[in-house]
């Protein structure tokens, strides 16, 4: 007997043109400025330091790119260590490897899967330069420990805000707590412009030395400001400055983030009434809800009680069409991770969780019938 035809594909993320975004691609190369800082990359960078209430954002190549940025700015020795969360994503700490510093991977929360902060103050050592906190899901880390280990020891925090873009914690937005904090514009994030990222700095030294790296070492930005009247190497650095072509497009989806955002809420919304019953007696934990922190709606995920659980959800939801993936491959157990031998502490909220993780399809393009289809074939998943 022949099988019948998948109803529907529900894929995990799907990319939400706005309307503008073309037309803005079409005005940035009818305007010839192809190469980066031009006039939307000025657009697109005051509005996101007027929206995240931070004076500088430089925007980037990408995130992995910002985050090197970071390590450059610390002008690591050998030997210098980071702290970074082992369940991240593989850049979070390859940027500082790359840039010569020895990884320490921190230990997660159960409720918010963020850098335990009770755990970082034996992590340190004399050797410690940063700690790179990510707010998982745009849920915020405890930042005020962090910051106050942080400051205790002299150790620069970089705010990995990939996840977080307009995300706040007590009214103040992710991304202004750090000495710096970097964002991600790929197509996977929240706002998008297919490749991208940003850095913003509280305060403009780090952003003028930031700024030296990303123009190749050079001293450009200076010049293209009049404040210098020819530019040249002054320092070591790269070429991490995003076409004007990609910020026009980031233009497009930065002046609709409200329609983009309020698309993925109706989504969220929609998956927080229908499950708690279900997960209840299935033992599955929704993410947590916290007045103190507001939420982008970057990710809907479902911790379930057992490993065995979420494999056997996870392909009834694939087999029914709907895409839902897991997150991450701890950093301590991954091939590289293990090879830089952290000595074997274990990490046990990390493994714990990253085995039983599973995260729904979450973008505004998602119809109310799509949604209805997700949630019944979760219902029917275990
Ligand atoms: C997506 C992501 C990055 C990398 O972003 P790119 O812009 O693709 O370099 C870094 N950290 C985290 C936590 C991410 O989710």
Known sequence: MKEAPRP?????NRVHLTGSELAYIAEAVERGHLSGDG???RRASTLLEETLGVPRVLLTTSCTHALEMAALLLDLKPGDEVIVPSFAFVTTVNAFVLHGAR??????????LNL???SLPALVTARTRAVVPLHYGGVACEMEPILMTAHRHGLTVVEDN?????ATQRGKALGTFGALATQSFHETKNITCGEGGAACFPDEETAQRAEVIREKGTNRSAFLRGQVDKYTWVAEGSSYVLSDLLAAMLDGQLEKLDRIQAGRARVTAAYRQALPAWAERHGVRLPAVDALRDGNDHIFHLLFASEGDRNRAMAA?????VMATFHYVPLHSSPHGRSLGQGGAPLPVTES?????????????LSEADVERVIASVLRSL
């Open 162 to 166: 990939a996840h977080g873009l307009f």
């Open 103 to 112: 990884p320490v991977f921190a230990d997660v929360r159960p409720d918010t």
């Open 317 to 321: 939801l694939r087999a029914e069409g």
């Open 8 to 12: 529907y594909r529900i894929p995990f």
């Open 353 to 365: 969780v990253a085995g039983r993780l599973l995260r729904l399809p979450l973008h505004p393009l």
């Open 116 to 118: 335990d902060e009770r």
């Open 39 to 41: 006039a939307f990359t």
